[in-house]
């Protein structure tokens, strides 16, 4: 089954990982800025990132059938320096009309502090100048609640910001109901240690219905499964679900969010 | 909370079982050994309000309420305040 996987940290994985993702169905993937696993030092250090993430990856991924989207944006794990923060988001619009960039993101909290929030309103307010979607990161553990009520506070605050155009990222059982309550896209991302696996992921499926609900795979430098979309989709196969709730799902929920940006194009094989 | 249009589980009951039943034993005896770890391990003891949320877990997954997940996610979640901003000092009115 052809799919998308709207939430991978290409840069984190090696060329086989695209040629198994393309073994496996995957034709599009978009890819949020993201912590490097360290606090970077200086605003041109995101620019480096971000013409990877806008240059780079795209190619490596073209040379699989993959389309390649991005996010562009500080995260949170940086974002308790607030000088930098502003840096970066002041170049940010230098890439805003790249053709594979989708938006902001992924844009949110990480330990939920002051800093963090100020960062994070900033960005809004730069997606909603610019109209542009937005992709939301969601703090995980004891942290995720808190975090999650806070972000929906601070998106409904900015009457600028569409719900519908805002996707939420990292959604679990306590949080996706507020999430999809509110009007915004709702992803799960399913990790091997400390966020969602794809049973429960089916299992909300099962309980939420497929509106507005994406699954992803995060793929980042840190314990995960690049092909946890496929791990999904054969979950959700085993308990006898239609091709068409599963195709929904992991495939045209994902293009109806991203064709909401006007530089999104793509076209199905 | 929302749980319009769900799509329901196609798989029946006694299947679900069948094929869970052993992962679910499994993962019964890891904690039962965990707890006895920590029993037969030396002084100081444990944190206790720690220890504490793992029994009030265990007393969730012993309820019929058809949300166990969700509720043992919000034991271990920090509460939810209305009034964050004004305590973190960041200003959310006359925004966009």
Redesign the interface.
Known sequence: MDYFDPHIHMVSRTTDDYATLARMGCVGMSEPAFWAGFDRGSAASFRDYFRQLTEFERSRAANYGIAHYTWLCINAKEAENVELSREVIAMIPEFLERSNVLGIGEIGLNKNTKNESIVFLEHLDLAAKFNELVLIHTPHLHDKYLGTRMILDMLVSDTRLQPHRVLVDHVEEHTIGEVLDRGFWAGMTLYPVSKCTPARAADMVEQFGTERLCVNSAGDWGPSQPTAVPNFIFEMRRRGHSEAIIRKIVYENPLAFFRQCRRFQFTPR | ???????????PAQQVLDREFLEVRARILKIAATLDRIDRSATPPADAERMDLIRQGLQILLSNAP?R??QV??L?????R?D??QQ???P??N??
């Open positions: 909370m929302t749980t319009s249009n769900p799509v329901g589980s196609p798989m949300d997940a969700r996610q919000m271990f979640s920090l509460p939810y209305t964050w901003p973190l000092g960041v959310l009115e925004r966009g």
